[in-house]
């Protein structure tokens, strides 16, 4: 029955829902005797197949993750923390707004990190639009709660993305005096905030965080069911990957 249940379930929610749905048109096409159209809808269910397996997701996180590793001693006199997303007017138990999951594993390593090596952080994080709240002033209360001083928080709250979040980081670090800057961000989004800080020549030490693939990462026979987290992945893979050529075409 658990074996059952786990094999059924992918196929009662979305994208498996929308992969059987597709699969019935196809079968309901034929039926008509309409053969083109059939292919198109069985086609459209392998694509939102595949795209939705966990296989695929290792598979692009992988390429994205591949040669990160976790400095074991880093050297730095500053710690520079990029911002993802924010619910921003959410209640909280210490005011408004809460960092998005991405933002909150980076917040956490950052905050991990400045216990351990005493420098400052700088949250780095604006207003993506103008009616929300900066991401670096939702981190920055965070920060605090979990016992950062508010004197070793520098707030960078003007950038928009990851090219603004390395060219006012730089900003800082040059009035500052800082000059070992470490960069802490999701592992999928490293190799695109590096391409920025060298666009704008602050060399920094990366330190990735929320890794989540490894070499000679198992695959199972569930990484090949739809699943609505495997395919948030494999969108988000798919976004670095578009930015970094964008980057590399602007910058």
Not at 80 to 91: N, R
Not at 112 to 127: H, W
Not at 156 to 176: G, P, V
């Amino acid at each position: 029955m658990f074996l059952f249940k786990k094999i059924v379930t992918p196929f009662l929610l979305p994208p498996g829902l929308f992969v059987l749905l597709l699969v019935a048109a196809a079968i309901w096409t034929w039926r008509r005797t309409e053969r083109g159209g059939g292919w198109t809808f069985l086609a459209a269910a392998l694509l939102l197949w595949c795209s939705s397996m966990g296989a695929t997701a290792q598979w692009m996180m992988g390429r994205l993750e591949a040669g990160l590793t976790i400095p074991e001693a880093p050297r730095a006199d500053v710690i520079i923390m990029l911002g993802g997303a924010a619910y921003d007017q959410v209640p909280d138990l210490s005011g408004r707004g809460t960092p998005g999951p991405g933002t909150m594993e980076r917040m956490v390593t950052a905050a991990r990190l400045q216990r351990r090596l005493g420098i400052p952080i700088i949250v780095s994080g604006g207003k993506v639009f103008s009616t929300s709240a900066a991401i670096a002033t939702v981190t920055r209360r965070f920060l605090i709660d979990l016992g950062i001083p508010a004197d070793r928080i520098i707030m960078e709250d003007q950038s928009r993305d990851t090219y603004e979040n390395a060219l006012f980081s730089k900003q800082i670090c040059d009035r500052s005096g800082f000059r070992r800057p470490l960069l802490v961000t999701s592992g999928f989004h490293l190799k695109r905030a590096l391409f920025c800080f060298q666009a704008v020549g602050l060399a920094v030490t990366p330190f990735p965080c929320a890794l989540t693939t490894w070499p000679g990462q198992p695959k199972r026979w569930q990484h090949f069911l739809p699943d609505a987290d495997a395919m948030a992945a494999s969108v988000a893979a798919l976004h670095e990957g578009l930015g970094l050529i964008y980057y590399r075409m602007v910058y």
